[in-house]
């Protein structure tokens, strides 16, 4: 049972053309995360949310928005896509804070690509 | 600052064949440790994780030690199969602002021929 959905699974977007990408979940979790995945790098956290708590990474370019309307849905927008955003990006979801205590449940990612 | 070395990829072994991907970490305090694993097409699934000095994690076969001595967290596993192709990322946890976040490894590719 898929448990951390990401649709669509592909997408792409024209550059400076806004986009937003979904993350859904079954799991009834507190936390859920936003990664950006570039091409043979590490995952890199962009932000993240504790039930409604909106926390950014400061690293994050303002391009980068998140709502959470909801426990089970979280949205990634890019309000002015460049070349450089095309990535993965990840969805995760946790119980709670703890990592040696909750596991993050990733979803199968959304492929970004910008033409 | 903290951050993930894992061996460069891709490895290719043959089926049966041992398995060792390195993984070093530079952190401030005492993190917990991870592996995460990716198959084709899925999302990132925890494989095995430490919490503390001199734990071992394990799981499928896989096996990994946290040393603090050596700040290494290697991944080992005795034979490996087809079905263990993936990507394998090492991680380790980091706290900042009262938040809890993963920071990861570049990620090691594994291609298990039969």
């Known amino acids: 049972d898929a448990m951390v959905i990401q649709n669509p699974r592909y997408q792409v977007t024209q550059f400076g053309k806004p986009v937003t990408l979904s993350c859904s979940q079954t799991l009834n979790h507190n936390v859920m995360y936003w990664y950006q995945q570039k091409s043979s790098q590490a995952p890199k956290l962009l932000f993240h949310?504790?039930?409604?708590?909106?926390?950014n990474e400061a690293d994050t370019p303002d391009n980068f928005q998140s709502r959470r309307p909801n426990t089970s849905f979280c949205f990634l927008d890019i309000r002015s896509p460049g070349l450089g955003d095309a990535a993965m990006y990840l969805c995760?979801?946790?119980?709670?804070?703890?990592?040696?205590?909750?596991?993050?449940?990733f979803g199968p990612g959304t492929r970004l690509t910008v033409t | 600052g903290n951050s993930v070395t894992q061996m460069e990829g891709p490895v290719t072994l043959s089926e049966e064949a041992f398995l060792t991907i390195n993984c070093t970490y530079t952190?401030?305090?005492?993190?917990?440790l991870f592996w995460y694993v990716q198959y084709p097409g899925e999302g990132l699934q925890l494989l095995l994780k430490a919490t503390k000095a001199d734990d071992k994690g394990s799981n499928k076969g896989f096996e990994a030690t946290y040393r603090k001595e050596t700040t290494s967290f290697h991944l080992e596993k005795g034979s490996v199969q087809v079905s263990d192709s993936a990507v394998y990322f090492c991680a380790l946890s980091v706290t900042q602002g009262g938040s809890e976040k993963l920071v990861f490894g570049k990620g090691t590719k594994l291609t298990v021929n039969p």
């Open positions: 995760a979801t946790s119980r709670d804070f703890g990592l040696s205590s909750y596991e993050q449940y």
């Open positions: 949310y504790y039930d409604k708590d909106f926390n």
């Open positions: 952190a401030t305090g005492y993190p917990s």
